[in-house]
């Protein structure tokens, strides 16, 4: 009984492990930056390069943000903000 429950756990942890690194094999990352410093436009923008990207206009494109950097100041006054998205598309899941 010991160890049919174990193996069953095993099995358990292998489909976990292999189902994780499939969808992370099915995502990419994107960018997006703004000189204004706006969020919401390097965010659409990122958005906008991740849904080009897929090549089917009706895609949904699933997304994380995963960084956020941005310069401010010095001589040239410098106000830009870059947005990095990973994202997945619904269409990777009919292939």
């Not at 099995?11 to 292999?18: A, I, N, P, S």
């Not at 706006?38 to 009706?58: H, V």
């Amino acid at each position: 009984m010991k160890k049919v429950i174990f193996i069953s756990l095993l099995f358990l942890v292998y489909l976990c492990l292999f189902s994780n690194l499939a969808l992370a094999q099915k995502s990419q990352i994107f960018e997006g930056k703004s000189a204004k410093g706006d969020f919401q436009e390097a965010l659409s923008n990122a958005i906008n390069n991740a849904a080009k990207s897929s090549g089917i206009p009706d895609d949904l494109v699933t997304w994380k943000l995963r960084k956020v950097t941005g310069e401010s100041g010095g001589i040239a006054v410098l106000n830009n903000i870059t947005v990095r998205i990973e994202a997945r598309f619904s269409s990777d899941t009919k292939r």
